[in-house]
């Protein structure tokens, strides 16, 4: 059996009616050093924003941090990027203590699972060897690969183009569900053994079609685990069954939605257009964090980061919710950013 870091599934989750007016700042105060504290959200859902956090040397980049933030059992903190150094683990200080995955230097995806007291990430890959682009890997922490997967001969793809992965999870009995969102939309499900069993969903906007499914989760908030899909360009949320039938719309009106992380009954969504939105169990939205109000830098690539104010987000496309709640969101621009949201207990 897969047992499952509920804080690290990759999806995202939505609102209905996200355009409700949250500030998303509050007061100031000053942090330990007794400089301005930087805080987004509200109430419970307050944060202090370290922008400075996982900085790397001078003269060096992200390289677009086009992909996912993640969590090993140690509290390491692991963010994919578009550059050769692949997937940087840091420690919980923000230290980046070496790199894992450098023959892969485009995860999209990663999802932490443990099995048999042994920790894996699930991943998606663009940019591998020439041979390699688009592949789903199944590594360990130390970014040792110990299953790959291509186009599956059965889906019946004309071309090589047409399978462009963008979300790896398992499911509770091994299973594994990956999305064709940069192609199809389709969802294909594999057996614990990389065997293909089937797709499901098609591309389009009508209820039980997707439209880019960007992120995946399994959501375990319910009476059955279920499969959360990012339906992207259709700005919502959706849940199938682990049979791949449509259950229903959680919410819409979300701004591009791209990966989610849970905590307990809440999760955690990133917004391409520049927001973090906090839903509650029943995915009605509870704060806003990192809102951008100017709609100019919304997914726009060619920003520099420095251009972009430390309490906001431009493109949000990774995040991770921990233990103790702090939040860690990768900015998707020209040469990235992670920002951690530590917390505040007010």
Same mark, same amino acid.
């Given at each position: 059996?897969?047992?499952?870091?509920?804080? #690290?599934?990759?999806?995202?989750?939505?609102?209905?009616?996200?355009?409700? @007016?949250?500030?998303?700042?509050?007061?100031?105060?000053?942090?330990?050093?007794? #400089?301005?504290?930087?805080?987004?959200?509200?109430?419970?859902?307050?944060?202090?924003?370290?922008?400075?956090?996982?900085? !790397?040397?001078?003269?060096?980049?992200?390289?677009?941090?086009?992909?996912?933030?993640?969590?090993?059992?140690?509290?390491?903190?692991?963010?994919?990027?578009?550059?050769?150094?692949?997937?940087?683990?840091?420690? /919980? +200080?923000?230290?980046?203590?070496?790199?894992?995955?450098?023959?892969?230097?485009?995860?999209?995806? %990663?999802?932490?699972?443990?099995?048999?007291?042994?920790?894996?990430?699930?991943?998606?890959?663009?940019?591998?060897?020439?041979?390699?682009?688009?592949? $789903?890997?199944? %590594?360990?922490?130390?970014?040792?690969?110990? %299953?790959?997967?291509?186009?599956?001969?059965?889906?019946? $793809?004309?071309?090589?183009?047409?399978?462009?992965?963008?979300?790896?999870?398992?499911?509770?009995?091994?299973?594994?569900?990956?999305?064709?969102?940069?192609?199809?939309?389709?969802?294909?499900?594999?057996?614990?053994?990389?065997?293909?069993?089937?797709?499901? @969903?098609?591309?389009?906007?009508?209820?039980?079609?997707?439209?880019?499914?960007?992120?995946?989760?399994?959501?375990?908030?319910?009476?059955?685990?279920?499969?959360?899909?990012?339906?992207?360009?259709?700005?919502?949320?959706?849940?199938?069954?682990?049979?791949?039938?449509?259950?229903?719309?959680?919410?819409?009106?979300?701004?591009?939605?791209?990966?989610?992380?849970?905590? +307990?009954?809440?999760?955690?969504?990133?917004? !391409?257009?520049?927001?973090?939105?906090?839903?509650?169990?029943?995915?009605?939205?509870?704060? $806003?964090?990192?809102?951008?109000?100017?709609?100019?830098?919304?997914?726009?690539?060619? !920003?520099?980061?420095?251009?972009?104010?430390?309490?906001?987000?431009?493109?949000?496309?990774?995040?991770?919710?921990? /233990?103790?709640?702090?939040?860690?969101? /990768?900015?998707?621009?020209?040469?990235?950013?992670?920002?951690? !949201?530590?917390?505040?207990?007010?």
């Amino acid at each position: 059996m897969t047992k499952f870091n509920r804080r #690290a599934f990759m999806s995202v989750a939505g609102i209905a009616g996200a355009e409700t @007016a949250f500030s998303p700042l509050v007061p100031a105060r000053t942090n330990r050093s007794g #400089a301005p504290a930087i805080l987004t959200g509200n109430g419970e859902w307050t944060y202090e924003a370290a922008p400075d956090w996982g900085s !790397l040397p001078s003269g060096t980049n992200f390289g677009g941090t086009h992909g996912a933030v993640a969590q090993d059992n140690a509290g390491h903190i692991y963010v994919s990027t578009q550059s050769s150094t692949g997937v940087l683990v840091y420690n /919980s +200080g923000g230290s980046l203590i070496r790199t894992i995955a450098n023959a892969y230097p485009e995860v999209h995806s %990663m999802v932490h699972a443990e099995e048999h007291g042994e920790e894996f990430f699930y991943a998606t890959v663009q940019k591998g060897t020439p041979a390699e682009n688009w592949l $789903f890997i199944k %590594m360990k922490t130390d970014g040792t690969v110990v %299953m790959k997967i291509t186009a599956p001969r059965e889906a019946g $793809f004309k071309t090589p183009n047409e399978w462009r992965l963008t979300a790896a999870v398992p499911a509770p009995d091994g299973s594994i569900f990956i999305a064709n969102g940069y192609g199809d939309s389709r969802i294909f499900r594999f057996d614990r053994d990389g065997n293909y069993r089937g797709s499901f @969903a098609e591309k389009g906007n009508r209820e039980g079609q997707l439209d880019c499914s960007h992120g995946l989760a399994v959501d375990v908030r319910y009476r059955q685990p279920l499969l959360m899909v990012c339906d992207r360009e259709n700005r919502r949320l959706c849940h199938f069954d682990l049979d791949g039938k449509y259950v229903g719309t959680v919410t819409q009106h979300l701004r591009r939605p791209c990966q989610v992380s849970f905590s +307990g009954d809440y999760a955690v969504v990133s917004e !391409l257009e520049g927001r973090v939105t906090v839903l509650d169990r029943n995915n009605v939205p509870i704060a $806003f964090l990192g809102d951008n109000p100017q709609a100019t830098q919304w997914a726009n690539y060619e !920003l520099d980061p420095h251009d972009i104010k430390a309490d906001l987000f431009s493109a949000a496309h990774g995040c991770f919710i921990d /233990s103790d709640r702090n939040i860690f969101v /990768s900015d998707w621009n020209r040469t990235g950013r992670v920002t951690k !949201l530590a917390r505040r207990r007010i």
